[in-house]
């Protein structure tokens, strides 16, 4: 038995995310088109006719960012039937994970996009709010087991830079030395014989990744995070 089938609106939302060396960062637009024009909101848009969805979303960071090649993942469906209120419209999430360095040069202004701490991120406009919160949790949920935080940090980084972004993610405190030990016990980094001195005369030695060691050997995580959060 038929019925009459009202066409479906799909678009694409991103949920950027992104690092500093310092602080954990969302990337916002300021909307163009009523309703909620001026607000702040992810970036997003419909998927075209010769599209699909991965296509779309890397289509939309690279209209941003001016980004290739960067870590995209799909996040979940959202289809309440009141969620946009001109047109019944069914966006499908994703997040992205970029060093804010190495490309905050590269956007494009026609959006003006804006970066924000993650504890001074603006009201959001329709369920954006529920799409950020999501985000987090399966990037919690996802550096618990891979090592995706390092897609956040430039080619070489220091100890402390690495530290302070396993904290703002967990928005926990982590024991130095441990973090230390165990960092250095995953086997994951090569030392560098030059220091970073911007925060002490001393100085802390840069990092890079061993990405050979990055893709072959994805092992839990899980001893890094605080295990009030665990």
């Known amino acids: ?22 602080q954990l960062k969302l990337l916002l637009v300021k909307r163009a088109l009523e309703p909620e024009k001026d607000k702040w909101s992810l970036m997003g848009g419909f998927i075209g006719d010769d599209e699909n969805l991965d296509g779309a979303a890397k289509r939309i960071l690279l209209q941003l960012t001016g980004l290739h090649d960067v870590y995209l993942e799909q996040l979940h469906a959202y289809g309440s039937p009141d969620r946009d209120p001109i047109e019944r419209t069914v966006s499908v999430a994703y997040f992205a994970l970029i060093d804010i360095n190495k490309y905050s040069k590269q956007l494009n202004d026609q959006y003006h996009a ?60 982590i024991d130095n030395r441990n973090f230390i030990r165990k960092i250095t016990a995953s086997g994951l980094l090569i030392k560098q014989a030059e220091k970073d001195k911007s925060n002490s005369r001393r100085g802390a030695f840069y990092f890079k990744l061993d990405r050979q060691k990055h893709r072959s050997q994805f092992q839990s995580f899980l001893n890094f995070i605080p295990k009030s959060i665990k």
Request: aromatic share 14%; glycine share 4%.
């Open 1 to 22: 038995m038929g019925y009459n089938q009202k066409a479906v609106l799909v678009a694409v939302d991103c949920i950027i995310f992104g690092y500093d060396g310092e």
């Open 114 to 173: 804006e970066w924000f701490k993650l504890k001074e991120v603006p009201d959001l406009i329709f369920d954006h709010p529920k799409m950020v919160k999501a985000a987090m949790d399966k990037i919690r949920y996802q550096a618990a087991l891979h090592p995706i935080l390092f897609e956040l940090l430039p080619k070489k980084f220091t100890i402390p830079q690495l530290q302070a972004l396993y904290e703002q993610v967990y928005d926990s405190p």
